[in-house]
């Protein structure tokens, strides 16, 4: 097993943050009737029994009540994170108390000791992977190419990772399946759009204390994440003005009423920047030197690159904590830039941040569960092949039935004439 210790030998007071983080943990799990559900079939049948399962998400309340659902399926789980900004220390200490469980994540970590914990985890000879940005699956198939055998699958939770996973199927590279959770209707038309635009411009409203109304906010990106961020922030009327590189994503955008216009233009006119690309360099030294004096700068996408803070950095003359969580750029000519929990994802990493709402993690983490119930349970037949796999729609389906159940809301099925007109072609007026 590797030295990286576990978080519990990281604390001074172990057993406090153990109990903060198991208070959080309960709070999360009263508004998680999917997770409920699962975690009761999966504590009966202990359909995860004799595996073990490496983790690298955002450690915090909603991702233990899956770490623990795993484990009560049966699993061994090791857990770190997938951002140095995003884990809560507390309930690290809290998941890394249970007997089957063993958490690495810690706040704040730098680059080395981020890698050490992904190590750590990758120690533990998982036979099941779940990340959220491939980190894992990058890490095993690199350094570890022994353990791809005795792995029998793996889940993907955002579109990043997704993004690396499918490129490295193009090239033959990727060596046993991972089930592209992101991908799923369930996950992101709740999670990328209604979670990501809730609990980014939250976080930003409570890290800097300022309004949106009035506001001329450009968000990058009109994807699942942007579209969320754009229609909440509109709605909290705030100007809304998009940047796209894809032409039918800014038509849409144009559609909706927005203003779309490209980055060189939007740097003058914004007022709070926030980019939701999955991509890199999308705000650079080019649009830094137009901006006005006391915007703010803030990253939803995956990693820390869309702002070219290095960039920024270097047209910098003097650079200081504004408030907790936002850094003051100062210009030469005197105008601040003000970034956001330093351009990583601003709705995990900003100090007050905390993730997506609980209901929407719900839904994400349900996917999650039951997908690694069904790569266990197809194992055997070696239903799927190495590479990237769509999650089976029925799948999905199940996970939508129950919280529509949990909600108490009721909708129409198909009458038996319908399902055959709509599975037939001959029928012409
Ligand atoms: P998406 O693929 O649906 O949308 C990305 C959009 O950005 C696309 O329309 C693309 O054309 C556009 N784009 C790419 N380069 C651009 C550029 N240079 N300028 C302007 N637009 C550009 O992806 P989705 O699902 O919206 O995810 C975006 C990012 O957010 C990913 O990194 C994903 O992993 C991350 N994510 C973050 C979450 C959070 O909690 N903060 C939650 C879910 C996803």
Redesign the pocket.
Known sequence: MSAYPPISEHLDDVASARAEGRRKMEWAAQHMPIMERVREEFREEKPLEGETIGMAMHVEAKTAILVETLADGGADVAVTGCNPLSTHDDVSAALDAHESITSYAKRGVGDEAYYEAIEAVIAHEPTITVDD?MDLVAAIHEDHPELIDGIVGGAEE????VHRLRAMDEDGALEYPVFAV?DTPMK?LF??VH??GE??LASIAMTTNLSWAGKDVVV???????KGVARKAAGQNANVIV????PR?ALEAHMEGYDVMP?AEAAEMGDVFLT????R??IVEEHFEKMDDGVVLAN????DIEIDLEALAELAVDRYEAREGVDAYELEDGRRLNVVAEGR????AAPVSL??PVEVMDQSFGVQAVCVRELLECAHAETYEPGVHDVPDELDREIAEIKLAAEGVEYDSLTESQREYMDSWDHGT
Do not use: I, K
């Open positions: 940005g955002t579109t990043t990772g992101n992101r999670d990328n979670g990501t609990s980014s990058a990106g009109f994807g699942y994440c942007g940047t796209e590189v894809e994503r980055m939701t690309t999955g991509n360099d999308v939803a996408g995956h990693f994802l601003v709705n995990l993730g997506h």
